[in-house]
């Protein structure tokens, strides 16, 4: 996606320097002409100008006054030299044209074709500043997304940028349909209204009652009405700030850690959550008996089960079984070995 865009960013680059040094070569045709003219034939600056601007252009209105030999010579050489550099610049001018309109269709097609060929998807429902972020980081992380959002510079960005998008109303069924929410895997509702997001929420829905639905809210109040309306989660991004704040504020130190852990980009120690497989060797086996410990550096934070209970802490004895999900915390390499032993 980003080697795309630095591709058509070159292109677009390479192509503006070629128009620039048409219009500078253009430049000093227009300055030699002038010059040659009131050298050749003692007109004045004006003169000098009109009858070189007349003659590169192929005009033709007719000589300005009667052209001497020399100046006559000159204006053939004057005609040749000023009619190819036109037609370079011109070329380059229309060939850039042709070139930006010609990527702007493909790109529509492929991302019209990357479209239609989504699958265990999120559809992105608004494209603020969160939306922004919620797009970009599921993107980073190799999980596909098609944002909807009413604002046609939003769509310009995400052209850009190679993530499918619609500009159209996110609230309406038709273009929830063509997001293709029957086949979605979530849906994230963060649309500026909680009004919008409430019957979002209640639209997506009715269209596909497995669908996970993450909805932002505002107010508190809206928090109880979203997850009636059938929202799985519910974030209230105000609330969430202010404890963040107060929690840097009281505990610095765990606040540093969890940004470590969750949000660090250039360490090693990251949290995961771990789903295990029905034919994981650990399936069935102890913590104690499991190795992970021993053989990676690996801690299991919490396990939780299929009915979505939490253990924290677990003890040595506590069992990991398949369909459970474990909060591990290690090195990214680690959590890599750990997660291919419990996927099976």
Known sequence: MFTTYRRDRTASSLGTRSIIRGFILLALIILVGTGGYMLIEGWSA????????????????????????PGRVFTVFLIFMGMGIMAYTLGIVAQMMVGFQLRAIIGRRKLGLKKRSLRNHYIICGYGRIGNIIAHELE????????????????????????????????????????????????????????????????????NPDLFILARADEKPTERKLLRAGANKVVLPYLIGGRRMVQTILRPAVTDFIDFTLHGKNIELKMEELPVGE??????????????????????????DKDGKMSFNPSSESRIRAGDTLVALGPVSDLEKLARILSG
């Open 140 to 207: 980073a992380n190799a999980i596909p997304v098609i944002v909807i959002d009413n604002a046609p510079e939003a769509g310009e960005s995400l052209e850009r940028e190679g993530i499918p998008y619609i500009v159209d109303d996110a609230t309406s069924e038709d273009v929830l349909r063509e997001a293709g929410i029957e086949r979605a895997k979530g849906l994230v509702a963060v649309v500026l209204s909680d009004a919008d997001n409430l019957f979002l929420t209640m639209t997506a829905r009715g269209l």
């Open 46 to 69: 004006f003169e000098a100008l009109y009858m070189t601007v007349i003659t590169i252009t192929t005009v033709g209105y007719g000589e300005v006054r009667t052209v001497s030999e």
């Open 279 to 304: 034919r994981s060797r650990l399936a069935g086996v102890r913590l104690a008996d499991s190795g992970v410990r021993q053989e990676m550096n690996v801690i299991i934070v919490a396990i939780r």
